[in-house]
């Protein structure tokens, strides 16, 4: 575990940076560049994607932020809410799979992380309830993840994830193996929970639709190492439904972006 | 045995399969069993075979009955030993395995050792460990040598197969090391150790029964074992068979009851206890 260093007072007022990365850089043991060198800085409540070709280091920025791994350079800055750090966590993290034990019922998996934290059982019970009720799965608390479909899981995934109540949702490329109807719903779910709990959201994907449709801002990614290229900001009316799906305006900002990821793939082999 | 140890038929195999054929799976070895007794009988009776030769299956369950109360009470030392001898191996190697999973010193330490000793045979140790040690326990060790390899080395695989997002999940909300053992480690490796202790049911039983062999020269002891030993020595070969096939009773039952227990524990969230149409 690499602790990100906590961002000073001044960077995370009311207004600050959620996250802040300086001249980030990840290069693995067995010698490949992943990452960098990289500077992003996320505003407080700010739903950001990271966009790029698979290999591009995305998620591989996502796990530093985390601090599951350690940048090889540079600083990786995180802001911490004091009053939140005898519950357990700042950050919240989605994995690409659901990652739920397969033992245990989705009640007790959305409460891992109370229970390691050691939270009290009458507030853990509440917090957990009061996630399963936010992904819109309170009936299935007693059920395994074997008896939920693609779609449930990743949403016991994220009741997870936000059960620590994090101020910062960390999000690897969580819709990817979903069908386009499951992740549809999904995405206006997600939407809504940010709409209304105002997190700082980081959200890796390799779709340009779901990264248009979803974030304020979309940063473009090159590969080998990753490096940013482009930031294009999604200006469109809040909040944002299926009208806006289908409107010019998205169209045209999918254009921008893709047009923006061409040079990321130019180069490579044909996949 | 042979019906608890059929593979899981695919869904493609099992779905033309009728209740009749399905009938016919039980049926079968039965009606095998009852030809085979009907012409054990029929040859001894043809060939007027002597008892002390090859005693035909009716004098056989015969002296099962007539013999009860020596019987039973051997079947009842056999089965205590095994139970000792397998409640020791499956102490001893889950903890060994916990032990060698927290510190890499002391697995490449004594490892070694515990495959030395599973490969020796235990038909040849067993008499030196009756040589050193009280009767009794000399039988439970042996027991305990032979059976408690398997749980080692299936806990051991249990608590390396984590799932790595979920370690990493772990380590994201500060998991200890004692937590991340209980609630993630074991329960992780719990169908592997309860496979490793289905092996070892039958292990200890085979341990058990080369113990009181070994120790049956010796004339001490009353188990099943030592009384196929002692009856062999009488030319009561009748009873040899009796003895035998309640040996042979007690293992089915001893893995039936582990197999069991696994498929209880296991059923909510286990792919090897789901049904075929999961």
């Known amino acids: 575990m690499a602790e990100p260093t906590a961002l000073s007072e001044t960077d995370s007022g009311p207004a600050g940076l959620a996250v802040s990365l300086r001249g980030v850089t990840k290069v693995y043991d067995s010698g490949v560049a992943a990452l960098g060198p990289m500077d992003l800085d996320v505003r407080k409540g700010e739903f950001v994607s990271l966009l790029g070709p698979s290999g591009c280091g995305k998620s591989t920025a996502l796990r530093l932020i985390a601090g599951l791994n350690a940048p090889t350079s540079g600083t990786v800055g995180v802001a911490h809410r004091p009053a939140q750090v005898r519950a357990g966590q700042p950050i919240g993290f989605v994995f690409q799979e659901p990652t739920l034990m397969p033992w245990a019922t989705v009640r007790k998996n959305v409460r891992l992380p109370l229970k390691l934290a050691h939270a009290p059982s009458a507030e853990a019970n509440a917090r957990v309830a009061e996630a399963l009720q936010q992904v819109g799965l309170s009936e299935f608390a007693d059920a395994y993840p074997r008896e939920l479909s693609g779609g449930m899981k990743m949403r016991v995934s994220l009741a997870r994830a936000l059960v620590t109540d994090p101020d910062i949702l960390l999000m690897d490329e969580p819709f990817a193996a979903l069908d386009e109807i499951t992740r549809f719903r999904l995405n206006n779910d997600l939407l809504s929970l940010w709409r209304n709990l105002r997190k700082t959201v980081i959200f890796v994907t390799h779709s340009v639709f779901e990264s248009v449709y979803l974030s304020q801002r979309v940063i473009v990614m090159t590969s080998r190492p990753g490096r940013l290229s482009a930031e294009i900001r999604i200006d469109t009316a809040e909040p944002r439904g299926e009208d806006f799906r289908t409107s010019a305006a998205y169209g045209g900002y999918c254009r921008e972006v893709s047009s923006a990821l061409a040079p990321s793939y130019a180069g490579r082999a044909p996949s | ?278």
């Not at chain 2, 927290?102 to 008499?127: D, G, H, K, M, N």
């Open chain 2, 1 to 278: 045995m042979s019906s608890l140890q059929t593979p899981p038929l695919s869904a493609k195999q099992a779905a033309p399969e009728s209740r009749g054929l399905r009938l016919l799976r039980i049926l079968l070895p039965i009606v095998v069993l009852a030809a085979g007794i009907a012409v054990w009988e029929l040859v001894v009776r043809l060939d007027n075979i002597p008892p002390y030769v090859l005693p035909g299956p009716i004098a056989v369950f015969r002296t099962l009955v007539g013999d009860w109360p020596v019987l039973s009470r051997s079947l009842l030392t056999t089965l205590q030993t095994t139970f000792e001898g397998f409640t020791a191996a499956g102490v001893g190697g889950i903890v060994l395995a916990l032990l060698f999973n927290q510190s890499r010193w002391l697995e490449y330490s004594l490892f070694p050792y515990a495959v030395i000793l599973q490969v020796t045979p235990v038909i040849a140790i067993a008499p030196l460990l009756l040589i050193y040690l009280p009767q009794q326990t000399a039988v439970i060790v042996c027991a305990w040598i032979v059976a408690f390899f398997p749980v080692l080395s299936n806990t051991t695989l249990g608590l390396n197969s984590v799932d790595r997002n979920l370690a990493g999940l772990f380590g994201l909300y500060g998991a200890s090391r004692m937590q991340t053992l209980a609630y993630l480690k074991l329960p992780s490796a719990l169908p592997f150790i309860l496979g490793g202790l289905r092996i070892a049911g039958g292990l200890s039983l085979i341990g058990a029964v080369v113990a009181e062999i070994a120790a049956g020269s010796a004339g001490a002891g009353s188990g099943l074992a030592y009384r196929i030993a002692e009856s062999g020595y009488r030319l009561n070969i009748p009873r040899m068979f009796a003895a035998l096939l309640l040996l042979s009773a007690a293992g089915i039952v001893i893995y039936g009851l582990l197999a069991l227990t696994s498929h209880l524990v296991l059923r909510r969230w286990h792919e090897s206890a789901l049904g075929k149409e999961n």
